[in-house]
T-cell receptor, first 113, second 114 residues
Framework: QKEVEQDPGPLSVPEGAIVSLNCTYS??????FMWYRQYSRKGPELLMY????GNKEDGRFTAQVDKSSKYISLFIRDSQPSDSATYLC?????????????FGTGTLLAVQP | DAGVIQSPRHEVTEMGQEVTLRCKPI?????LFWYRQTMMRGLELLIY????????DSGMPEDRFSAKMPNASFSTLKIQPSEPRDSAVYFC????????????FGPGTRLLVL
């Protein structure tokens, strides 16, 4: 079993829809949770990062962390064609000499105009 | 700020040749990361430097891979000898301080080994 699982999609939605992207993880010691957006043939771009359980909002984006269920989500409101990209979750365990940083494999999102 | 700069953007080489990828991190960032991205394995961390010192190289696949950071503004990732299975997109990222949760990625180098 992978430490971080992410549905590869593709996920196709109409413009204006609410999008939900999710990752599950197996190691309860992960501390930081990040979401990156990657456009085709570009480098990943950090969208948000969170530390604790709960919600964090930035414009149309909301990141949610449920540590008890080992489940994180990214919600995109009023989705736009420009949101079409691959979304990568990532998580970090800071353990001194045993830091661990792992990315999910990404979910491909297509927002249809 | 110009962001993280990588060169070359594309590289095509033949099996057995040496490949050198270059990275210039964002000025003032203390941490630098090298990643490899493939369809099969996704984005994998290869090595992480902090203040020019390699901190974690557990992701380097084998001895054919080596990375250096001679100063705060330059790093190289070298593959010698290259093999077709090394074909991938290689990303460099940097972050301020020791924070791994706020990384800024470069545009990547697309490597094809024939």
């Amino acid at each position: 079993q992978k430490e971080v699982e992410q549905d590869p999609g593709p996920l196709s939605v109409p413009e204006g829809a609410i999008v939900s992207l999710n990752c599950t993880y197996s190691n309860s010691a992960f501390q930081y949770f990040m979401w990156y957006r990657q456009y085709s043939r570009k480098g990943p771009e950090l969208l948000m990062y969170t530390y604790s359980s709960g919600n964090k909002e930035d414009g149309r984006f909301t990141a949610q962390v449920d540590k008890s269920s080992k489940y994180i989500s990214l919600f995109i409101r009023d989705s736009q064609p420009s949101d079409s990209a691959t979304y990568l979750c990532a998580m970090i365990l800071y353990g001194g000499a045993t830091n661990k940083l792992i990315f999910g494999t990404g979910t491909l999102l297509a927002v249809q105009p | 700020d110009a962001g993280v700069i990588q060169s070359p953007r594309h590289e095509v080489t033949e099996m057995g040749q040496e490949v050198t990828l270059r990275c210039k991190p964002i000025s003032g960032h203390n941490s630098l990361f090298w990643y490899r991205q493939t369809m099969m394995r996704g984005l994998e961390l290869l090595i992480y430097f902090n203040n020019n010192v390699p901190i974690d190289d557990s992701g380097m696949p084998e001895d054919r891979f080596s990375a250096k950071m001679p100063n705060a503004s330059f790093s190289t990732l070298k593959i010698q000898p290259s093999e077709p299975r090394d074909s991938a997109v290689y990303f460099c990222a940097s972050s301020p301080g020791t924070k791994q949760e706020t990384q800024y990625f470069g545009p990547g180098t697309r490597l094809l080994v024939l």
